[in-house]
T-cell receptor
Framework: DTAVSQTPKYLVTQMGNDKSIKCEQNLGHDTMYWYKQDSKKFLKIMFSYNNKELIINETVPNRFSPKSPDKAHLNLHINSLELGDSAVYFC????????????FGAGTRLSVL | GDSVTQMEGPVTLSEEAFLTINCTYTATGYPSLFWYVQYPGEGLQLLLKATKADDKGSNKGFEATYRKETTSFHLEKGSVQVSDSAVYFCALSSNNAGNMLTFGGGTRLMVKP
């Protein structure tokens, strides 16, 4: 079983559309994250949720809205997609105070045309 | 704030060559240091870590030593294999940032047979 799974793996869409990326972890972790990796491989944290509560919200446009229905899921909804949103988005999870030991999903490559 | 600087890639080596990927950091206090690896098409995974000065982290033939005097955590491997081709990320976490990870820009390693 995949520990952290993201769907879809690839997402191609037009500017202005709204899309969602789903993330699920079966590790029993209490904290989940979304990262954005740009074309130069820079990895930047976007959001972090602990037990369904938002604990980190970096400087991200409010077109991005994370939703955590339970502590095993953290979905990312993006409104009014822009060209600059094209990137690979990674979900990750960790447990307790060991927030620096994170388990990553395989990523979702988003291409906005 | 905290930051991590890695050598820019790509680093191209022949099989069995010696590898060094440089990493230096800036942080207040006493951070923990990490190397994460991203194989093609996969998410990041923890490779090794060190939590205090002079600690050496090691895994899969890779090693890195926490050098407080030079604020460095260089990754080394004595003999690389084609299967080591990946992107390597140096990262730190500190208590004053809630143990969240701060990543360097990543270094792509390509190993040729």
């Amino acid at each position: 079983d995949t520990a952290v799974s993201q769907t879809p793996k690839y997402l191609v869409t037009q500017m202005g559309n709204d899309k969602s990326i789903k993330c699920e972890q079966n590790l029993g972790h209490d904290t989940m994250y979304w990262y954005k990796q740009d074309s130069k491989k820079f990895l930047k944290i976007m959001f972090s949720y602990n037990n369904k509560e938002l604990i980190i919200n970096e400087t991200v446009p409010n077109r991005f809205s994370p939703k955590s229905p339970d502590k095993a899921h953290l979905n990312l909804h993006i409104n009014s997609l822009e060209l600059g949103d094209s990137a690979v988005y990674f979900c990750a999870s960790s447990q307790g105070r060991q927030r620096n030991i994170q388990y990553f999903g395989a990523g979702t490559r988003l291409s906005v045309l | 704030g905290d930051s991590v600087t890695q050598m820019e890639g790509p680093v191209t080596l022949s099989e069995e060559a010696f590898l060094t990927i440089n990493c230096t950091y800036t942080a207040t206090g006493y951070p923990s240091l990490f190397w994460y690896v991203q194989y093609p098409g996969e998410g990041l995974q923890l490779l090794l870590k060190a939590t205090k000065a002079d600690d050496k982290g090691s895994n899969k033939g890779f090693e890195a030593t926490y050098r407080k005097e030079t604020t460095s955590f260089h990754l080394e491997k004595g003999s690389v294999q084609v299967s080591d081709s990946a992107v390597y990320f140096c990262a730190l976490s500190s208590n004053n940032a809630g143990n969240m990870l701060t990543f360097g820009g990543g270094t792509r390693l390509m190993v040729k047979p």
